[in-house]
């Protein structure tokens, strides 16, 4: 039976895969009752008008893709999905297209078609929408088709197995994240496992696994200490006048410090380290350095700031290196989670900048869940969810780095490479000079140096240090040492009220972010076995 209603109005149920919609002249639960099951349909000439760049997803599946610079034919699209950030078209490329595996081996891939590829759906990759034509144009950046061909030889059996072994290895992780959270009383965070699409709730899986509980009990443990709050420049008045340089700002550059025997000495020592690929070096861009993606629309502009903003950081002698020793230096990229794809393609599209692509790490900054500040319950702090299927989080400031060198067996790995220091500087400062602070920290043979802009005021978050890697392995297993601020601010949230999700808007600050300085890290280490350059104006 074909009937004819008047949809009122309608909106998405918050961890349903379902709407709610309203309709004209039914007004009671037995006129309802009626239409459960039935499809609704609209006519075309009825779908409201959408704005311009805006397409609905059925008119998008079925078109052809070209290359817009040489008309070349691509593929199909045979789907759309919402990734969060931005739509991904899924295309099924054509059987005759030539592409090469990520190991640079071509694959001509036959029979009724090719493989499945992701395409960001964003106006600077998908500049061209025709849908008289049926067609859209694409400007792909350099190896976006290539990413999902499949590099490796082995056969779909191995593959299989190895598939298996990974999800049996991040089951177990999960169960033991899962335990940990219940032991904190957090079970609220497993709601989401209830609700919603597959896709959501292997997102919450991710989410639960990544969650460092050691460091978040650490921060709670912290707000509970009454204690007089660390002093960065009281630590560094202990110091002993030894080991402390001071210089002026001027005096800081390459000429002039070649002028005095003392700092050319030191200098030149520091240089040794690096040309004997002794050192490597972290560089912090994280969300609080001010360090954001470029838009994707429009974005040129914004991709050359960013592409310059790195040239000038890694090129730079008296920032970072020279040109010739940047081949035998690890490098190590610590960015928010969401740039760490166009880092990579970045560093792809410019050769790693000079840099041995096997000895580039890029990691995400660590973050905490955000805590309720609850003063009902000040001994249990809820954490918040942004979403039934995602955690509140907040970068947890520069002393994360320090955990972040623990994953990955990261630390174990510079150490059979060689490497004696890691620096580990933030990519808002004007001037770093790496060399000097590598020569004095070895000729003092201290655990960890510091170079210190006085202008700056002591910033906690525009920070030159170096570490001997035997310091930083210790620092990894002493996290107790770190000292977090706990930081009352306002964050709207969601919570399960009577099977319901409700969103939560607070008129006041209701929870608590962590943060902690990397400069904490220097309660681990005494004051002797560190040095200190002093930059005035």
């Known amino acids: 039976m074909v009937q004819e209603i008047e949809l009122v109005e309608g909106r998405g149920h918050p961890g349903q895969k379902s709407w709610i919609l309203r309709f004209h002249e039914i007004n009671t639960i037995e006129q309802a009752q009626k239409l459960v099951g039935s499809t609704v349909l609209v006519k075309d000439e009825d779908r409201p008008v959408l704005e311009e760049g805006e397409f609905y997803t059925r008119d998008l599946v079925g078109m052809r893709v070209f290359l817009k610079e040489t008309r070349e034919p691509v593929g199909t699209v045979i789907n759309v999905f919402n990734s969060g950030a931005s739509d991904l078209l899924h295309v099924e490329l054509d059987s005759n297209i030539s592409l090469s595996d990520r190991n640079g081996k071509q694959r001509l891939e036959g029979g009724a078609s090719g493989p499945l590829v992701w395409v960001p759906f964003v106006e600077a990759i998908v500049p061209t929408v025709d849908l008289s034509k049926r067609e859209m144009l694409i400007t792909p950046p350099k190896g976006l088709l290539e990413l999902n061909i499949r590099a490796d030889e ?196 410019h050769d790693y900048f000079s840099f041995n692509s096997e000895k580039v790490w890029f990691l995400g900054e660590e973050k905490l869940p955000v805590v309720t500040a609850s003063q009902e319950e000040e001994s249990k702090h809820k954490i918040l969810m942004k979403s039934p299927w995602e955690i509140l989080q907040q970068p947890a400031g520069s002393a994360g780095i320090v955990t972040l060198l623990s994953s990955q067996n990261l630390l174990e790995h510079l150490h059979v490479m060689g490497v004696e220091y890691i620096q580990v500087c933030s990519g808002n400062q004007e001037c770093i000079n790496g060399e000097l602070l590598l020569g004095f ?47 009352l601010k306002p964050n709207q949230y969601v919570e399960m009220v009577d099977k319901d999700w409700v969103d939560v808007i607070p008129s006041s600050p209701n929870s608590y972010e962590f943060h902690s300085s990397i400069y904490s890290c220097l309660n681990a280490c005494p004051p002797s076995k560190v040095c200190f350059i002093d930059i005035t104006a």
């Not at 005095?260 to 030149?268: A, D, L, R, T």
Request: glycine share 4%.
């Open 154 to 349: 082995r056969s779909k059996k191995e593959r299989r197995q190895l598939e298996w072994k990974e999800r049996k290895k991040f089951q177990k992780r999960l169960i033991a994240a899962k335990k940990k959270l219940h032991e904190m009383e957090q079970d609220h965070i497993f709601h989401g496992f209830r609700y919603g699409e597959k896709n959501q709730r292997s997102f919450l899986a991710d989410q639960i696994v990544d969650v460092n509980s050691m460091l978040l009990q650490h921060a709670l443990q912290n707000m509970k200490m009454p204690y007089k709050r660390w002093s960065f420049p009281d630590f560094v008045n202990a110091l002993e006048v030894s080991n402390t340089l001071k210089i002026s700002k001027e005096f800081l550059s390459k000429e002039n410090v070649e002028h005095s025997s003392i700092c050319s000495k030191v200098q030149e020592q520091g240089r040794g380290l690096i040309s004997c690929g002794k050192v490597a070096i972290v560089l912090a861009l994280g969300e609080m350095l001010g360090w954001s993606i470029p838009e994707p629309v429009g974005s040129h502009n914004n991709e050359d700031i960013a592409y310059l903003h790195i040239k000038a950081l890694v090129d730079d002698s008296l920032r970072l290196l020279k040109t010739e020793d940047q081949l035998s230096v690890p490098l190590i990229l610590v960015c928010p989670a969401e740039s760490i794809e166009y880092l990579k393609q970045l560093f792809m599209d």
């Open 441 to 487: 920290t070895s000729s003092r043979e201290a655990n960890a140096g510091i170079q210190v802009f006085r202008d700056a005021g002591y910033s906690e978050e525009c920070f030159n240090m170096v570490f001997s890697i035997d310091f930083a392995k210790k620092l990894t297993k002493k996290i107790d040492k770190l000292q977090f601020e706990a930081i």
